[in-house]
T-cell receptor, first 113, second 114 residues
Framework: QKEVEQNSGPLSVPEGAIASLNCTYSDRGSQSFFWYRQYSGKSPELIMFIYSNGDKEDGRFTAQLNKASQYVSLLIRDSQPSDSATYLCAVIPSGGGGNKLTFGTGTQLKVEL | GAGVSQSPRYKVAKRGQDVALRCDPISGHVSLFWYQQALGQGPEFLTYFQNEAQLDKSGLPSDRFFAERPEGSVSTLKIQRTQQEDSAVYLC????????????FGPGTRLLVL
């Protein structure tokens, strides 16, 4: 089992729709969760981080965390073509792994006109 | 500086050559990380520095990989006797204090070993 799992996609949504990106993680003690966006050929850029159960909203983006289910998601409202990118879920695991981000393989999002 | 910078941006090496990749973190950032990203994969952790101390090198794939940060700012990742499987994008990231803080990534060095 991978430490962080994401559906690789591509996930295609029409412009203006809500895109829902999902991620599960295996380390139950993980405390910090991040969503990065990566355009093709570019480096990852931070979209949001979340530490507590529940929802966290920032503009068109909402991160949702459910530690009991070991599940974190990212919702993008009013999706735009410029949102087309790969979205990486990253976790800082507990214990000795606390020095590093552990990434999923990313979900490719395509927002279609 | 304004962000994390890396050089060179692209590097082509013949198998067996040594390469050195440079990272300039954001000014004042204590923590520095190296990641390796293969095509179609997420970044994978290689090593972590806090100031000049290398606190975690558990992700370095072999003893051909070596990283240093002698003065606690600029870091160099060295790969000796490069192999084709070393071809990847090498990303450097820095954070203000510790590893639990947000990590900001540089543009990466794309290494191709022929």
């Amino acid at each position: 089992q991978k430490e962080v799992e994401q559906n690789s996609g591509p996930l295609s949504v029409p412009e203006g729709a809500i895109a829902s990106l999902n991620c599960t993680y295996s380390d139950r003690g993980s405390q910090s969760f991040f969503w990065y966006r990566q355009y093709s050929g570019k480096s990852p850029e931070l979209i949001m981080f979340i530490y507590s159960n529940g929802d966290k909203e920032d503009g068109r983006f909402t991160a949702q965390l459910n530690k009991a289910s070991q599940y974190v998601s990212l919702l993008i409202r009013d999706s735009q073509p410029s949102d087309s990118a790969t979205y990486l879920c990253a976790v800082i695991p507990s214990g000795g792994g606390g020095n590093k981000l552990t990434f999923g393989t990313g979900t490719q999002l395509k927002v279609e006109l | 500086g304004a962000g994390v910078s890396q050089s060179p941006r692209y590097k082509v090496a013949k198998r067996g050559q040594d390469v050195a990749l440079r990272c300039d973190p954001i000014s004042g950032h204590v923590s520095l990380f190296w990641y390796q990203q293969a095509l179609g994969q997420g970044p994978e952790f290689l090593t972590y520095f806090q100031n000049e101390a290398q606190l975690d090198k558990s992700g370095l794939p072999s003893d051909r990989f070596f990283a240093e940060r002698p003065e606690g700012s600029v870091s160099t990742l060295k790969i000796q006797r490069t192999q084709q499987e070393d071809s990847a994008v090498y990303l450097c990231a820095s954070s203000l204090v510790g590893p639990l803080e947000t990590q900001y990534f540089g543009p990466g060095t794309r290494l191709l070993v022929l």
